[in-house]
């Protein structure tokens, strides 16, 4: 497991400042954050059971604070928020998909859990249990692929050393004259 990075950290501050408005409740581990305008609130609870705040951000997910009934599995939340990009390749590109939860430790934030998505339902008996003021992150990173030379690379190759060579032959022959 990575420590995230500096500007990690920076938006993953920001975006918590932005989220401190969205919650109505004096509870809240987002009210204490200035006032920010935008930011989606979701309740997926029981009146009057137990809940917790969860912040969701990233790629595929639906940004915002999740008030959930306290006892919600990670792989239940993610859901409730619309699920996560996965993982992906194609000829021309790789595509990896990481969801971390972030904790607030001793005053700094850590990941306490990192998986990929096809691995996040396979493990939901040792993923943590969710707490207020948990940020669940989803990351995706893009590599393109540099495609292996084919023999139709080599007929194109060819292909130009014959033109360039043609016209070399051409030249000499018209200085000759």
Same mark, same amino acid.
């Given at each position: 497991?990575?420590?995230?990075?500096?500007?990690?950290?920076?938006?993953?501050?920001?975006?918590?400042?932005?989220?401190?408005?969205?919650?109505?409740?004096?509870?809240?581990?987002?009210?204490?954050?200035?006032?920010?305008?935008?930011?989606?609130?979701?309740?997926?609870?029981?009146?009057?059971?137990?809940?917790?705040?969860?912040?969701?951000?990233?790629?595929?997910?639906? %940004?915002?604070?999740?008030?959930?009934?306290?006892?919600?599995?990670?792989?239940?939340?993610?859901?409730?928020?619309?699920?996560?990009?996965?993982?992906?390749?194609?000829?021309?590109?790789?595509?990896?998909?990481?969801?971390?939860?972030?904790? %607030?430790?001793?005053?700094?934030?850590?990941?306490?859990?990192?998986?990929?998505?096809?691995?996040?339902?396979?493990?939901?008996?040792?993923?943590?249990?969710?707490?207020?003021?948990?940020?669940?992150?989803?990351?995706?990173?893009?590599?393109?692929?540099?495609?292996?030379?084919?023999?139709?690379?080599?007929?194109?190759?060819?292909?130009?050393?014959?033109?360039?060579?043609?016209?070399?032959?051409?030249?000499?022959?018209?200085?000759? %004259?």
């Amino acid at each position: 497991m990575t420590m995230p990075s500096f500007s990690r950290l920076a938006v993953l501050g920001l975006a918590l400042l932005a989220a401190g408005a969205a919650s109505a409740q004096t509870d809240s581990p987002f009210s204490t954050m200035p006032e920010s305008r935008g930011t989606s609130y979701f309740l997926f609870a029981e009146p009057g059971a137990p809940t917790i705040e969860v912040l969701m951000l990233g790629e595929g997910t639906r %940004n915002g604070i999740y008030r959930l009934q306290d006892g919600t599995s990670m792989v239940d939340a993610i859901a409730l928020a619309g699920g996560t990009a996965r993982s992906d390749s194609t000829e021309r590109q790789i595509r990896t998909a990481t969801v971390r939860l972030l904790r %607030n430790v001793g005053g700094s934030t850590q990941v306490i859990y990192q998986v990929t998505p096809e691995r996040l339902p396979l493990e939901r008996d040792i993923q943590p249990s969710l707490q207020t003021g948990d940020v669940i992150e989803t990351e995706v990173a893009y590599e393109v692929v540099k495609p292996p030379f084919t023999f139709r690379d080599g007929l194109e190759i060819a292909g130009r050393v014959a033109s360039l060579v043609s016209a070399v032959i051409l030249l000499t022959q018209r200085l000759r %004259n």
